[in-house]
């Protein structure tokens, strides 16, 4: 029996209009704070990607895949607006709190690596280290998102704290692959 395969389309039009469908919810424009959200969030995730493909740094190669998980969850929770009427809340995946003590770990090990830190550092120095710093500011904007988004909607306080430490070890990375690099950090000088 032959068994025909029907490809999968990405487009469906529905957001032609400016508008989108919540997860488990309805639909909404756009640029809702909401979508922005989870969308600057989509946009970190990719951010991290990009310094993944580069990274040289020991565990990099690891850690960061983790956090792309990490954060496709975190969407996941804000994509879906608390439950209205009698909508069931949909099945959501776990949001990573025990990421958060890792990643102060992981910070501890950066900064090690990289020593003391002297002056502001300018984003940059080698390339592994400007993708982790361009990495770093777009979590800065998905947490100003996100708090945004808090005052406005109840979300799990989790999230902050988990975006807040994420930019903290994306700075430490980034610190650690101009360690490696040997090239140091790029201070900012008056």
């Keep these: 029996m032959l068994v025909r395969y029907t490809p999968m389309r990405i487009y469906t039009r529905r957001g032609d209009s400016g ?4 997860f488990g919810g309805p639909r909404v424009a756009k640029d809702d704070m909401r979508v922005e959200a989870y969308g600057t969030v989509d ?3 990719a951010a991290i990607g990009a310094a993944a493909v580069v990274a040289q740094a020991a565990n990099a ?4 895949p983790l956090l792309q998980s990490d954060l496709f969850a975190i969407g996941a929770h804000l994509a879906t607006p608390p439950p209205e009427g009698r909508r069931p809340v949909p099945n959501l995946p776990s949001l990573p709190s025990h990421r958060i ?3 102060e770990e992981w910070i501890d090990e950066a900064l090690d690596e990289a020593g003391p830190l002297r002056n502001f550092v300018l984003p940059g120095g080698s390339g592994p280290a400007a993708s982790l710093h361009l990495a770093r500011a777009v979590c800065r ?3 100003r998102r996100v708090v ?3 005052a406005a ?3 799990d306080p989790l999230i902050v704290r988990y975006l807040n430490r994420l930019s903290d070890y994306l700075f430490a990375a980034a610190r650690a692959e101009n360690a490696v690099a040997g090239c140091g950090d790029v201070e900012w000088h008056r």
């Design 19 to 22: 508008r989108t469908a919540l």
């Design 101 to 103: 003590a890792e990643m």
């Design 61 to 64: 190669e690891t850690r960061l």
């Design 43 to 45: 946009e970190l995730n």
């Design 148 to 150: 945004a988004l808090a």
């Design 141 to 143: 904007r998905a947490e």
């Design 153 to 155: 909607s109840p979300i």
